[in-house]
Every structure is written in C-alpha cells, then in structure tokens.
C-alpha cells in the first residue's frame, strides 16, 4: 500500500509489510515506497529467537539500527570475523559497503527500527551467499 506524501506531510499506519532481501518480514515505515522519500528510510524489522539474517551489504548506502527491544548480535567484516552485542535502547552504525549479518541467539524475540540513507531499505543490497554458509558453520560449532 503506498500512501504518497500529501504536500511534504505523510503517516505511515503500521499493519503494513514486506519481504526484504535479507530473509524476514519488515513492517513498512516511511519510505519511497510508502511516502516517496528520496534520500532516508525508516523501517521496523522484527527478528524471531535464533534468527539470522542473510549475509549483505548496502553498496553506498549507511545503516542505522536503533535496538527496540531485546538483543541481537551483528555479525561484520569481510567474513563476518567480528561482532558487535546490541541491547535494548542502543544504536548500532553499519558504514556503507561493510558486509554484515544480524543474528538473534538471545533465546527472546527482538525488535529493530532500521534506517537507510536511500529511499528504500533494499536499494544497494548485495546478498553474500559464501559468507551465510561460513557463519552457519560457525554458529552450529558454537
């Protein structure tokens, strides 16, 4: 459903969804596709126990994901060697083109609101398959 800015002004109702590239279900925020923002998005992106996201980057684009709820790892780096503990009330920057993969081992759901310096969360996104089987294998050895 898109409900395009009504002179600059527009609110986006929540109940509103899609499947992002990453592998999960966002409840749509203010974005081109909602209101037709040009240059930042906001979304909320909820992450079941044990979830993990598919190994990406955003080609250009910076991320920012404030911590709603709960905890969640962020697995980052060209093989996703590093990684970053984020809690509740917390914020976490991703620089653009910096590989990375959300991982919820909490045992809990958590909750984000994500933001992107583009129009749409999926702009620039490029899916690295090789590093979701590295990280699969080293999450089942933990």
């Not at 609110?11 to 992002?20: C, D, I, L, R, S």
Request: proline content about 5%; overall charge negative; some cysteine.
């Amino acid at each position: 459903m898109t409900t395009q800015a009504n002179n600059g002004v527009a609110v986006v109702k929540p109940g509103q969804t899609y499947q992002g590239k990453q592998g999960f279900t966002y409840g749509s925020g203010a974005s081109s596709e909602t209101v037709g923002a040009n240059q930042v998005c906001m979304n909320i992106l909820p992450m079941p126990a044990g979830a993990v996201a598919k190994a990406h980057y955003h080609q250009g684009i910076e991320t920012i994901a404030y911590m709603l709820e709960g905890e969640c790892i962020v697995h980052y780096g060209d093989q996703l060697e590093h990684q970053v503990l984020v809690r509740q009330g917390e914020q976490c920057f991703v620089a653009a083109d910096v590989p990375h993969a959300p991982g919820n081992q909490s045992g809990s759901p958590c909750t984000w609101i994500v933001v992107h310096s583009s129009g749409s969360d999926q702009d620039g996104i490029v899916l690295l398959p090789k590093l979701d089987e590295e990280l699969a294998a080293r999450l089942a050895a933990d």
